[in-house]
């Protein structure tokens, strides 16, 4: 598959654990902020989104927090599978402006 | 419902070139958006259009345009082709004007040598 990022900070982690990768964002006025997953070959993928009314989300074996006083995001993975084992972006939103700022990413890999 | 469409998967071109790439987006949904992913500088925004219009622009140069037709489908172009010009260019389409989930397509892959 293509290489989605050659120097991309990488976490490897158990099987079975619980994985925390971090974010950092840049617009202290975004107020949406969104999880993808990307696999190497194909596009992101959409995992969980948050708004900035909101501290904290949860959906199936993942929960976003958002700490807009340090700008930070973070997503955790429950029970790490190999299957979740790609590249995790967090891309941020100012509503009004049609654009979403990426994150450099993360490499997670699952260990058996 | 289909995903999210783009064609070619793959080009090589040389410098110099023009290119113009395709983006289907998921049926009903009138918003696009280009991206441009390369190693060094991760996905970077190029530009976002709503019903045939853009509406942001990131910063690339004015040699990157594109734009969207009456259907939704969308074409980027790309002229005077330069090595750094290769990467992976990635379509998003969106259902609604404001803030939500894009869906992504796999992408093309441009190779200028």
């Known amino acids: 598959g293509e290489s989605v990022g050659l120097h991309l900070p990488t976490l490897s982690v158990q099987e079975g654990d619980n994985s925390i990768i971090n974010c950092a964002y840049s617009n202290s006025a975004s107020d949406y902020f969104i999880w993808y997953k990307q696999e190497s070959g194909k596009g992101p993928q959409f995992i969980i989104d948050?708004?900035?009314?909101?501290d904290k989300r949860q959906g199936q074996r993942v929960t976003v927090l958002l700490n807009k006083t340090v700008k930070h995001l973070s997503l955790q993975i429950a029970a790490t599978q190999p299957g979740d084992s790609a590249v995790y972006f967090c891309a941020e939103n100012l509503g009004g402006t049609y654009k979403y700022i990426f994150g450099t990413g993360t490499r997670l890999k699952v260990l058996a | 419902k289909a995903g999210v469409t783009q064609t070619p998967r793959y080009l090589i071109k040389t410098r110099g070139q023009q290119v113009t790439l395709s983006c289907s987006p998921i049926s009903g949904h009138r918003s696009v958006s280009w991206y441009q992913q390369t190693p060094g500088q991760g996905l970077q925004f190029l530009f976002e259009?709503?019903?045939?219009?853009?509406?942001n622009k990131g910063n690339f140069p004015g040699r990157f345009s594109g734009r969207q037709f009456s259907n939704s489908r969308s074409e980027m172009n790309v002229s005077t082709l330069e090595l750094g010009d290769s990467a992976l260019y990635l379509c998003a389409s969106k259902g609604d004007s404001g803030q939500g989930e894009q869906y992504f397509g796999p992408g093309t892959r441009l190779t200028v040598t």
């Open positions: 948050i708004r900035s009314n909101m």
């Open positions: 259009y709503f019903s045939e219009t853009q509406r």
